[in-house]
């Protein structure tokens, strides 16, 4: 398996069932050793060339200009910024003594973020003068918060003032400054500004939303792709006449300030840098790591620079993909580490040997559902997988001990032979308990039951005040088990309300052409409520037995033309019927009688046993009861 294809595993296992994009990249000694994007924009694939908004790692940016005209001799960190601003003006008169050190360590004391304009959806000539005309507006109506200098707290306005003190120097509009300076000499050719983006490198777009445009440039407003990212986080490992070696090793000294002796958070800052010695708990990095971190209404970013490794590794998502991209990095780095090298950073568990995941790895059955096992490095991950594509995670995160798996609360997990079967333990407050069997292949599916792979089935004998019938049991698909041979899943649906993610589903092997049986045989919990589908035909249609309730296949069932309790027959069976026109109102259900209404999904999506306002639905199926 590629790299790239074991580190979007790790990542796919966190992101939600709907998600716009994830993107990342992973640099050592200047070589791309992976790089891909995950994902969508704007109804198309992603790729590595789709631009995210990094938002405040654009800092360091920032802080890359500024040191840069710095050694020019064109600006002076200790300088008030006043200087280079003459139309900067406060009524708080301690804004004279902000330098631009401590603009760039967080200690400058002014409010934090103009908001105004901070980003919209389309940029007109001009905008950019008239944004710091606001940002001047917004200053003159703000006081200060506390002496400059006096402690660091997180600020977006000291690096608004450092951008627009880089063009007044430069005498170049600030995009146009670090195309020209930073990012061309680098080749990061997708990295800019929202006002100088390159249209060769589309900028990615969550869901329906507009495009997010940064005005705030020096403090938020670089976009880039996660390749040219990493060209920049390499430029700090590196000797480059972009900047120099002096100018490097003072934004990595430790510059935050606080006047709490306690506080260890505020004292990490460097110069643009989030933290200048930044430490995973779970990944040993080496010393000097530089972290930056940034985040937009769209966008969560994260880069890493690992000199111990040589290393610069970035990531951005958009917001819906709802991974924490500041565990997800670090282990992203190790298990590329691992691979490529064979060097272990993992800190508090042994690595899993690869002989360990052939023989234990796989699926593992419960009597409601597929559970899967997920290795990276040395956690494990146990999920829940469904056959409509719905993954919740079961156990998170368990650390191998070497024989055994522990989680965070102290529980401990382990897998077992017996037979020719694998079972998964846990225990639970002094209890350990046999909790799933290892799938494992059987004869192949015979035509017959390879016909019925697919096929969905709806109950005909569902009765007036039945409750199950609405919770669980609403509608049957054979589904096949991934990877396994001569197995299937006898999945049944529930309701709209829960979406599909509780669904109940056991998994069978055949007996015959007709008949199967549940193929766990695992003590305690592990293998109660046993399905046993049985099929056979009447008049030509097929129907199941499985569960106590009696399934007719869909394919037979009538289209609906809006018949009536009153004008259908008296059957032993409910008369179940295919939506195929859009139905608006339901028929009047008498006393005694039920009238239930599934989606195509089989989700049940009103019953009026339970009564309230029901949806118009365009397809699906109606029975009466």
């Known amino acids: 398996m590629k790299l790239n294809e074991k580190l979007n595993e790790i990542i796919k296992l966190g992101l939600p069932k709907e998600y716009t994009a994830i993107s990342y990249a992973i640099m050592v000694d200047g070589e791309i050793w992976c790089a891909d994007t995950i994902g969508t924009s704007e109804g198309k694939p992603a790729t590595t060339d789709h631009t995210f908004n990094v938002g405040s790692i654009s800092k360091i940016f920032c802080t890359t200009a500024v040191m840069q005209l710095v050694e020019q001799g064109k600006m002076d960190l200790d300088e008030p910024i006043c200087t280079y601003l003459p139309d900067f003006w406060m009524p708080d008169a301690r804004y004279k003594e902000i330098t631009l050190r401590h603009c760039l360590n967080h200690s400058c004391a002014l409010p934090g973020t103009q908001w105004k304009n901070f980003c919209t959806s389309e940029i007109q000539e001009g905008d950019i003068e008239a944004y710091y005309r606001e940002v001047y507006n917004y200053l003159a109506h703000s006081w200060m918060k506390a002496e400059p200098g006096e402690y660091s707290v997180y600020c977006n306005d000291g690096f608004t003032l450092a951008e627009m003190a880089v063009a007044a120097v430069s005498g170049q509009p600030f995009c146009e400054y670090c195309e020209e300076h930073i990012t061309r000499p680098l080749g990061a050719h997708s990295t800019r500004t929202a006002f100088y983006r390159n249209p060769d490198y589309p900028l990615t777009i969550q869901n329906t939303k507009p495009s997010e445009l940064i005005w705030i440039q020096g403090c938020g407003g670089i976009t880039t792709n996660m390749i040219d990212l990493c060209k920049f986080g390499n430029l700090f490992l590196t000797d480059s006449p972009v900047l120099s070696k002096a100018s490097k090793a003072e934004m990595a000294k430790h510059q935050g300030i606080s006047f709490l002796p306690e506080d260890t958070a505020s004292t990490c800052y460097g110069l643009g840098w989030d933290q200048v010695a930044f430490k995973d708990p779970d990944i040993e990095m080496g010393e000097g790591v530089l972290m930056k971190g940034g985040g937009t209404f769209q966008f969560i970013s994260r880069l890493l620079v690992i000199p111990e490794y040589n290393a610069a590794v970035a990531m951005s998502r958009t917001i819906d993909c709802k991974v924490d991209v500041a565990l997800l990095l670090p282990r992203l780095f190790a298990a590329a580490m691992l691979e490529k090298k064979g060097i272990s950073l993992y800190k508090r568990g042994e690595v899993i040997p690869q002989s360990f995941k052939d023989k234990f790895g796989g699926t593992y059955l419960v009597p409601s559902g597929v559970y899967n096992t997920h290795f990276d490095g040395d956690t494990m991950t146990v999920t829940h997988d469904n056959a409509l594509g719905d993954r919740t995670k079961v156990y998170k995160d368990l650390r191998f001990t070497g024989e055994q798996f522990v989680s965070a609360d102290g529980e401990h997990y382990f897998f077992k032979e017996h037979g020719e079967d694998i079972y998964f333990f846990e225990t639970f407050r002094g209890r350990t308990i046999p909790a799933a069997t290892k799938a494992r292949d059987r004869a192949p599916l015979s035509d017959v039951w390879k016909a019925r792979l697919g096929k969905k089935y709806l109950p005909v004998d569902n009765t007036f005040r039945d409750i199950v019938s609405n919770e669980m049991m609403c509608g049957l698909t054979i589904a096949p088990l991934a990877g396994y041979e001569g197995l299937f899943i006898a999945a049944f649906s529930d309701n709209v309300k829960s979406g599909g993610g509780d669904r109940f589903e056991s998994c069978c092997a055949p007996i015959d052409d007709d008949h199967a049986e ?17 099929f056979e035909h009447r008049d030509g249609v097929e129907y199941c037995v499985v569960g106590s309730y009696l399934f ?43 009238l239930m209404v599934r989606n195509q999904d089989l989700l049940l999506v009103y019953d009026s046993m339970l009564g309230g306002d029901f949806k118009p639905v365009k397809d699906g199926f109606i029975s009466f009861v």
């Open 518 to 534: 549940s193929v766990m045989r695992t003590p305690s919990n592990g293998s109660r409520d046993a399905f046993h589908p049985w």
């Open 552 to 594: 007719r296949d869909v394919d037979s069932l009538p289209e609906y033309k809006g018949e009536t309790f009153d004008c259908l027959p008296e059957s032993d069976f409910n008369h179940v019927f295919r939506i195929t026109e859009a139905l608006n109102t339901l028929p009047q259900v008498p006393a005694g009688r039920r």
